[in-house]
C-alpha cells in the first residue's frame, strides 16, 4: 500500500508570496496518477491537478504541479487571499486510491 | 452538468449498518469509477472505496472488511454500506466521480453528508 506524506503540516505565508507543497510518496507512483486538491474551510475539496501537472478546469495559471516518481510538488506562484486552504494530493494505482494528509497554507 | 447528491441517516448507532446512496444527475453513470470519501471532523480525507460502472468494487484495504459499495445504473445511483460501525466512523461522507479524462482524479464532488455514531 501506497503511503503518501505531505510536508510541511502548516506552511505560513503572506498573499503576494509563492508556496511550495510537498508530496512524498512510499514507493513510485505513476506520474499520470497524481493529483492535487484544495478544501477551504466548510467546503468540498476541489480538483486543482491531475497528471501530476495538468490544471483541472477553470484552475489559475498559478498553480502549478511537478514531480515524478517519489516527489511530487504544488506550487503557488503567488499566493492570493483565497488561497489560504488546506491541501491534498491523492494518487491511483492498482486499483487502489488514496490521499495525503495534507499541508495547511495559512496567512502569516 | 453533473451533480452529485448524498442521501442517508445522519445518525447511526454503535454496532449498526451506516448506509448512503449519492444520486447522480445531470449525466451518464454509466461509464468512469464513483467513489466515497469520508472526512473526520477536524482531520484529512481518507478513501474508502470506488465502483466502476460495470459493477467491479475497489476498497480501501483498512475499511475492506465492513465496506461494500454497489450501483443502480437504472436510478443513476450507487451506495455505500458500512458495517459494525464504532465513534471513529463519525465523519462528513463525500460521494464523487473519478473520472478517465483526469486520469481518475475526483473531479466532480457532492456537497457531504455528516454523519455521527453515537446511541
Known amino acids: 500500500e501506497i503511503v503518501l506524506t505531505q510536508s510541511p503540516g502548516t506552511l505560513s505565508l503572506s498573499p503576494g508570496e509563492r508556496a511550495t507543497l510537498s508530496c512524498r510518496a512510499s514507493q513510485s507512483v505513476s506520474s499520470s496518477y497524481l493529483a492535487w486538491y484544495q478544501q477551504k474551510s466548510g467546503q468540498t475539496p476541489r480538483l486543482l491537478i491531475y497528471g501530476a501537472s495538468s490544471r483541472a478546469t477553470g484552475i489559475p495559471d498559478r498553480f502549478s504541479g511537478s514531480g515524478s516518481g517519489t516527489d511530487f510538488t504544488l506550487t503557488i506562484s503567488r499566493l492570493e487571499p483565497e488561497d489560504f486552504a488546506v491541501y491534498y494530493c491523492q494518487h491511483y494505482g492498482s486499483s487502489v486510491w488514496g490521499f495525503g494528509q495534507g499541508t495547511k497554507v495559512e496567512i502569516k | 452538468q453533473l451533480q452529485l447528491q448524498e442521501s442517508g441517516p445522519g445518525l447511526v448507532k454503535p454496532s449498526e449498518t451506516l448506509s448512503l446512496t449519492c444520486t447522480v444527475s445531470g449525466g451518464s453513470i454509466s461509464s468512469d469509477y464513483w467513489g466515497w470519501i469520508r472526512q473526520p471532523p477536524g482531520k484529512g480525507l481518507e478513501w474508502i472505496g470506488n465502483?466502476?460502472?460495470?459493477?467491479?468494487?475497489y476498497y480501501n484495504p483498512s475499511l475492506k472488511s465492513r465496506v461494500t459499495i454497489s450501483v443502480d445504473t437504472s436510478k443513476t445511483q450507487f451506495s455505500l454500506k458500512v458495517n459494525s460501525v464504532t465513534a471513529a466512523d463519525t465523519a462528513v461522507y463525500y460521494c464523487a466521480r473519478a473520472a478517465a479524462t483526469v486520469r481518475r482524479a475526483f473531479d466532480v464532488w457532492g456537497q457531504g453528508t455528516m454523519v455521527t455514531v453515537s446511541s
Open positions: 465502483i466502476y460502472y460495470s459493477g467491479s468494487t
